[in-house]
């Protein structure tokens, strides 16, 4: 089994940072995918980024330019630095983990900009 724990969401103003982490535990050697989906109020879940082991990451177009993920795929952990942020970046954004099994998400960290 794996858990991942998201840290580091919060509040901040239109065109602030902020940089999430993600941490895996329990059997991480299964993962290959780890990245960001995000659920903004009243919507459905959307990927943000994703990053496989020796691969690039790739994101949805909204935030290309603004945010970048990395990872130590080693330590199976996985961040996502995000610059230049607007009010409709505004979400809970989730850390996501995949095996060739499952699929695995974390509870969820709150990010909020204001404008």
């Known amino acids: 089994q794996v858990q991942l724990m998201e840290s580091g969401g919060g509040l901040v103003q239109a065109g602030g940072s902020l940089r999430l982490s993600c941490a895996a535990s329990g059997d991480i050697f299964q993962i290959y995918v780890m990245g960001w989906y995000r659920q903004a109020p009243g919507k459905g879940r959307e990927l943000v980024g994703i990053i496989s082991s020796g691969g690039s990451p790739t994101y949805v177009d909204s935030v290309k330019g603004r945010f970048t993920i990395s990872g130590d795929s080693a330590k199976k952990m996985v961040y996502l630095q995000m610059d230049s942020l607007k009010p409709e970046d505004t979400a809970i954004y989730y850390c996501?983990?995949?095996?060739?099994?499952?699929?695995?998400w974390g509870q969820g960290t709150q990010v909020t900009v204001s404008s």
């Open positions: 996501y983990g995949r095996s060739y099994s499952s699929t695995y």
